[in-house]
């Protein structure tokens, strides 16, 4: 694969700045490019789903993209590795100062992934066990947590929740065309099955031939 991109759950604690260096690490001897998969559009769905407000919402997402940042560029400086493609949903050109830099690419109106996008949605409408599964990964994610109201999670939160994983999954499974790369492998830290039974081709649906995904844990 040509590009190797990791993603990062944004909030999650577990990327620190030691854990994203060593996957860099790993991930450079494998791959001649490296990206980073930054979800801060589809984030904004999961605080949606817990009762944010539309300005806590921002505000929330703009810190935890920063803090994110900041990780990764101290890491992409320490290891000295060049042209570092950031890949976000919104235009968030400025990715922070640097010894090392960086490609930033917005892809939120990418028609290449606004194409796809609007496939999942139609695969999520149609298809009942890709709903299901969906539905069913959405709830693992707000599963524990607390609504910002107090009230108990329904499924009304779940729907709009599920937006979060459609989004993501549009922009893995076609990642070399919006990237405009020849090959690319999605990089996580644990096991995704509804991308798993997507290239499986359980639902029906193919991605790209010249995408994939690997585990790093």
């Not at 450079?28 to 904004?44: H, I, K, N, T, Y």
């Not at 539309?54 to 990780?71: A, D, M, P, Q, T």
């Not at 090392?100 to 690419?105: D, E, I, L, R, T």
Request: hydrophobic fraction near 35%; glycine fraction near 8%.
């Amino acid at each position: 694969m040509e590009i190797g991109i990791l993603g990062i759950s944004m909030g999650n604690s577990r990327f620190s700045e030691d854990y994203i260096r060593t996957l860099f690490e790993e991930m450079r001897s494998e791959f001649p490019g490296l990206a980073v998969m930054l979800p801060d559009v589809p984030a904004q769905s999961t605080l949606q789903a817990l009762g944010y407000s539309h300005e806590k919402i921002g505000r929330e997402v703009r810190l935890s993209f920063n803090g994110i940042i900041n990780k990764c560029r101290r890491a992409i400086d320490l290891l000295e590795i060049p042209n570092v493609t950031m890949i976000s949903w919104s235009d968030r050109a400025h990715f922070g100062d640097g010894k090392q830099s960086v490609n930033a690419v917005p892809i939120g109106e990418n028609l290449n992934y606004l194409k796809t996008y609007q496939e999942i949605q139609g695969l999520y409408r149609n298809n009942k066990t890709f709903n299901s599964d969906i539905n069913y990964a959405t709830r693992g994610v707000l599963q524990g947590k607390k609504r910002k109201d107090g009230r108990k999670m329904n499924e009304d939160d779940v729907q709009i929740g599920t937006k979060f994983l459609l989004q993501e999954l549009a922009f893995i499974i076609n990642a070399a065309d919006i990237l405009e790369a020849k090959s690319t492998s999605y990089v996580y830290h644990e096991l995704m099955p509804v991308l798993e039974n997507l290239y499986k081709g359980k639902y029906g649906y193919s991605p790209a031939p010249n995408t994939g995904f690997a585990v790093y844990n």
